[in-house]
Structure formats: structure tokens, C-alpha cells
């Protein structure tokens, strides 16, 4: 079948993923997979920005890159690798940087909102790191980029760099990356109020045991206006309901929003059908987590592998690239 274009992604090491990761991100990789060409990046250099240790970073790789792949990335066909190892990614960042305004960088809210939360830590690659990001998307010639809406600003800027580049240069070396708007839902962590996330410890984790995953559902909040089990709820504000409706079948989902706004059924029965659907849910990739689990050795096999492909198209952008710079 021929695709439709290649799609690049790249998400920082974070280690074991989440609902929030799976339903914001990983589920729509897989899903790409049938028509596009993809390439999926893990970006430890961009992790380098923030992190206070580097000692996790190796396992949190092979964690994310285990989950990735237990969800259903197929590396036979997707190139799945980590960022610095193609190192001419760091190459091709150092040139953009000389095609881009400070000022810009500087300007944009994403830095102005990291300079907020990394206060006493504001590094140059800090302020790069949306050229990083513009160098990891053109130099595998990506076609499209899929993003939520919060993250246009920095596609419209690879764009503008994209562009200046072309235009100092006089060339058609790089490609100007599209917009793929994917309507990315916003999961709620298990307090029901903030976003799901590691750093709230708000998150439940799709490699959890059943009991563990449980225990996290029991915890969650639902809807806040409910005091006791005789009072009516309201699905509509329900962080639970909204979970429901992803992971139970139809006909329960329908059964529970008409029980729950009569007190037909209380927030602990809610919570344990949820419980039992979610793992029901997440069996089939507990089983292929632990089976590719077995050899950590295949997993960085697979990353490698991945990563001599990203090295050949890179290579080709680069040597564009190069010659349209006129580097001796
Ligand atoms: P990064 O900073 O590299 O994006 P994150 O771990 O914050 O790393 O996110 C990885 C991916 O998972 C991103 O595409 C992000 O949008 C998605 N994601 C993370 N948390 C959530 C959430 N609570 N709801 C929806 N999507 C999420």
C-alpha cells in the first residue's frame, strides 16, 4: 500500500507511560501507522533541558520504548529510535540556530512558561529547543507532524525557520513540516482536577499489575458535588464517567449514566466496574509487555536498528543541507 507521507514524533524519556500518554499520544502513533510512513523519536537530548539526573535516563528509554512497542508501534515498518543516536540532528540544530531571531525564541510563551518552572536553571538549550525540535522534524524530510492545538505555535515556527533557512541559502534542501491537528484529549489525572502526569503523581500507569491499577482507580475523584451514596450525581463533571465512556462497552456506559444521576449506583461500584473494564482493557498489552519484556536486549536491538535507517535519510538532508550552505 502506499502511504500517504511520513509522520514524525518525538516525546522525552519519561519512562513507564500512562493513561494520559496512551490516550493523548500512543494510541494515535499506532493508529498512524496504516497510512503514513512513521518516524517515532525518543528525544533524550531535549530531556537534557530539565532533568536534574541523567541517571535514569537510559531506563526510562527502554521503558517508554517497551511501552511504545507493546501498544502496538511495529518497528518493521515504523523507524523507532533515540534522538542522539543520529547525531547529525545536532548538527543540522547548530545551523538553523544562525537562521534564527533570539528574540523569537525568547518571546514565546513555551519558554517564557519553562523560565516560570525551571527558575536558577534557564540554559541556552533551553531557548533552542524549539530549533531542536524544527531540526529533529526536517531532517527525516517529515511530510506531517501531528499536534494538538496547544502545540501549532512551534509547528508554525519550524515553518518560519524552514523558510528563512531556504530563503538565506536559495535552496529547497528542507522541507516545510505540515500541521496534522489531532484532536488530543486532555486526561485528567486520578485527582480529577490537573492533568494527568507523572510529576502530580496523579497517573495511573498502563504497566501497573491489575491490583495496582486498582488501587489507583479506587482513589480517583469523581464527581465533586456528590457527598453521599444517596445523593444523585452527575456524569457530566465525572473524571470516572469520562473513563467509562473509553473503556466500557456502550451498553454499561448508557446503564451508568442513567443509575448514577438517580443514586442507582454509587461511586464505589462506578470505580470497581471501571477497574475490571481498564484491565480488561490493558491485558493484552501486559502480555506483550512482559513477553518482549523477557529480552531488554531486543528492545535496544530494535532502537538501534532504527536508528542506522534515521541515519540514512538523515545523512542525505544533511549533505543538502551542507552543500547548500556551501561548507567547504
Ligand atoms: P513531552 O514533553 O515530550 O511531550 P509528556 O510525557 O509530557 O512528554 O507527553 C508525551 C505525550 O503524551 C505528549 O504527546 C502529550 O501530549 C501526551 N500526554 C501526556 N499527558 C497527557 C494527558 N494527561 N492527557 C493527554 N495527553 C497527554
Excluded at 124 to 142: K, Q, W
Excluded at 261 to 273: E, F, T
Excluded at 290 to 295: F, P
Aim: hydrophobic share 35%; proline share 5%; charged share 25%.
Amino acid at each position: 500500500m502506499t502511504k500517504k507521507g511520513r509522520v514524525f514524533s518525538g516525546a522525552r524519556p519519561t519512562g513507564r507511560q500512562h493513561l494520559g500518554n496512551y490516550l493523548g499520544a500512543i494510541k494515535n502513533y499506532v493508529a498512524l501507522q496504516d497510512n503514513y510512513d512513521c518516524v517515532y523519536c525518543i528525544v533524550d537530548l531535549h530531556a537534557l533541558t530539565t532533568v536534574e539526573t541523567t541517571a535514569d535516563l537510559k531506563q526510562n528509554t527502554y521503558e517508554m520504548a517497551l511501552d511504545w512497542l507493546a501498544a502496538g508501534i511495529r518497528p518493521e515498518e515504523t523507524t523507532l529510535f533515540v534522538q542522539s543516536h543520529v547525531p547529525q540532528v545536532t548538527e543540522l540544530h547548530t545551523i538553523l540556530s544562525m537562521v534564527t531571531p533570539l528574540g523569537k525564541l525568547t518571546d514565546l510563551p513555551t519558554f517564557k512558561e519553562k523560565v516560570r518552572q525551571n527558575e536558577g536553571n534557564i540554559n541556552y538549550g533551553l531557548v533552542g529547543y524549539p530549533v531542536l525540535m524544527t531540526a529533529d522534524i526536517v531532517l527525516y524530510r517529515s511530510d506531517v507532524v501531528p499536534v494538538g492545538i496547544d502545540q501549532a505555535p512551534h509547528i508554525e515556527f519550524a515553518r518560519e525557520i524552514v523558510r528563512s533557512f531556504n530563503y538565506r541559502f536559495q535552496t529547497k534542501a528542507l522541507l516545510e513540516p505540515q500541521m496534522k491537528n489531532t484532536e488530543i484529549p486532555k486526561v485528567l489525572g486520578i485527582d480529577g482536577k490537573e492533568k494527568m502526569g507523572k510529576s502530580l503523581n496523579n497517573h495511573i500507569e498502563l504497566a501497573a499489575t491489575p491490583d495496582e491499577t486498582r488501587l489507583r482507580v479506587m482513589q480517583m475523584v469523581t464527581d465533586p458535588q456528590r457527598m453521599k451514596r444517596t445523593d444523585p450525581g452527575n456524569p457530566d463533571i465525572c473524571n470516572v464517567f469520562s473513563m467509562h465512556k473509553i473503556f466500557t462497552p456502550a451498553e454499561d456506559v448508557e446503564m451508568i449514566n442513567r443509575e448514577c444521576r438517580v443514586a442507582g449506583i454509587g461511586c464505589v461500584d462506578c470505580k470497581k466496574r471501571f477497574a475490571e473494564n481498564l484491565n480488561k482493557s490493558l491485558d493484552p498489552f501486559r502480555t506483550r509487555r512482559a513477553e518482549i519484556g523477557k529480552n531488554p536486549e531486543d528492545v535496544w536491538d530494535i532502537l538501534h536498528e532504527g536508528a542506522k535507517r534515521a541515519r540514512v535519510i538523515a545523512e542525505k538532508t544533511m549533505q543538502d543541507v551542507r552543500a547548500a550552505v556551501q561548507l567547504p
